[in-house]
């Protein structure tokens, strides 16, 4: 209870407690990673529809995105794709270029989520308009605690571990996680799943 606690006090207690919270969050995706990397690590794989489950992920962020001011759609080239995939895994991975989408790209800004078909597969494309990600760090982006030297526009906290989790859930799934900077501007990634999943 921080009713009796001065000002001075009560701004004491909310940074321990922000810093509990990010220690809590570093650990659990620590213990994610080592799991991804030992051998028990196996996926939960069911047939559904990717762009189903993309388009209901989409709305989850638009308070997010509305309150940086950031324009937030969902584009698809299809009705259904549908694949064997691991629904909490891959709804990670969505979930993680989405709010990494959000968290770099500053007010006025646009962040755009589409699905297209590609060869023997779907690929999914999260574009945003933030800084874009510097050359001479593109090397270490999927790699633990790859942080860039870019600063999220919100202030929001990240332990470099997000892009890390991706990858290796993306290989799991036996498809690939790339990234590029666009010519006018900003960051697309770019996550490609093959079809024939069994």
């Known amino acids: 209870d921080t009713r009796n606690l001065s000002d001075s006090q009560r701004e004491i207690v909310d940074c321990i407690e ?6 809590v969050t570093l650990l659990n995706e620590l213990l994610d990673l080592s799991s991804l990397d030992s051998g028990n690590f196996s996926l939960n794989k069911e047939t559904l529809d990717l762009c189903e489950l993309v388009r209901n992920l989409v709305p989850l962020f638009m308070g997010e995105a509305e309150r940086k001011n950031i324009r937030l759609k969902f584009d698809s080239q299809q009705e259904a794709v549908e694949m064997s ?3 909490q895994q891959v709804r990670r991975v969505v979930d993680n270029l989405i709010s990494n989408g959000i968290k770099f ?3 006025g800004g646009a962040v755009t989520v589409r699905i297209k078909s590609c060869h023997r597969g779907a690929l999914l494309e999260v574009d945003d308009t933030g800084p874009g990600i510097p050359d001479h760090e593109a090397s270490s982006l999927f790699k633990e605690f790859g942080k860039t030297s870019n600063v999220p526009t919100g202030g929001e906290k990240s332990t470099g571990l997000g892009l890390s989790i991706c990858h290796r859930i ?5 498809g690939s996680i790339t990234f590029t900077n666009l010519p006018e501007g900003g960051t697309r990634f770019s996550v490609t799943l093959p079809v024939t999943q069994k």
Do not use: I, Q, Y
Not at 18 to 23: D, I, L, N, P, T
Not at 170 to 174: G, N, R
């Open 18 to 23: 922000e810093a509990g919270k990010s220690v």
């Open 85 to 87: 995939l691991d629904r």
């Open 170 to 174: 993306v290989e799991a799934h036996e």
């Open 105 to 107: 790209t500053p007010s």
